[in-house]
């Protein structure tokens, strides 16, 4: 398996890294305090990603509000001596509705990124956060504010690098063009499921490409610039993998069959297939399993030593788009 773009900078990160969203619970607005059963599915996800070969570990100040980093942290409290063999990555930037405003917004403001990070920080009980991401674009952006942000967190210790998530290549030109620091990684919605990124490729010159939402370019400038591209949700809500896809259409119930056909041929699980279809990509992408099930944790690992070949990998996107090539 080729080595991922976050090597280059002396990160060494798994090829896999483990999405912590689903750590604390179900609700997403439960400011209750973290309790005994969601440290013990923490720990257990945790423990199997380990286990795997698994060292980096996906976060957010808003997951769980906050829980999430709370159950990590707890597993940190116990586990003081893990903290120097993980990669730790975090978000800021968006912001939920409060007693004040009923509304989610963005703020990428110096002030925010300063208080958001010191509160991940104090609920993953860690002095430094290894990556820290802009979670999703800021109308409002100032790239000089972000980057006398980015200034004082790295000078303080407490952030050793930087990145973004939902971003596009020019977003990332306009914000580079003020940092001191390198952009190291942009986290991105691709999958199986989610493949306008690869349409956006085939569709070039093509009446059809109208319909791509995926900003032309960014997976091409990420590439040129070695920025890590990571995929969160690629596992597209275990579409292809065993989620129940009664009221789906009849291009994912299809391509469902096919991704289970080839696991069988393989000897090897669904999810592995789906990861293993992210890994062919040559852009070396780094997929974000966001799954707190123990096998499944594994199966998809299973991936990583999965080979489709060519036809395979155009079968399962053919499938998946839906239609033929151009």
Known sequence: MSQLTLHKYGIPASTL???????????????????AAEVKQGEAAVDAALSVGINMFDHANIYKSGKAEKVFGEYLKAHKDMRDRMIIQSKCGIVFPDD??????????????LRTVDGSLERLRTDYLDILLLHRPDPLMDPEEVADAFNVLHNMGKVRWFGVSNMSAAQMRLLQKSLDQPIVANQLELSLYKNSFVNTV???????IKSDVFPEGTLEYCRLEDVQIQSWGPLARGRFS???????????????????QYAKEKGTSREAIVVAWLLKHPAHIQPIIGTTDPDRIKACDEGTRTELTRDE??????????????
């Open 100 to 113: 004040n405003v009923d509304y989610t917004r963005f703020n990428f403001s110096k002030e925010n990124i």
């Open 17 to 35: 890294a483990l999405g912590c969203m689903g750590f604390g619970g179900q609700d997403w607005f439960d400011k209750g305090p973290v309790t």
């Open 242 to 260: 065993g989620a129940n896809i009664e009221n789906e259409s009849a291009i994912v119930k299809a391509t469902a069959d096919k991704v289970a």
């Open 202 to 208: 085939v569709n070039i010159n093509q009446e059809n």
């Open 313 to 326: 990998w155009y079968s399962l996107f053919i499938s998946a788009r839906g239609q033929k090539m151009p």
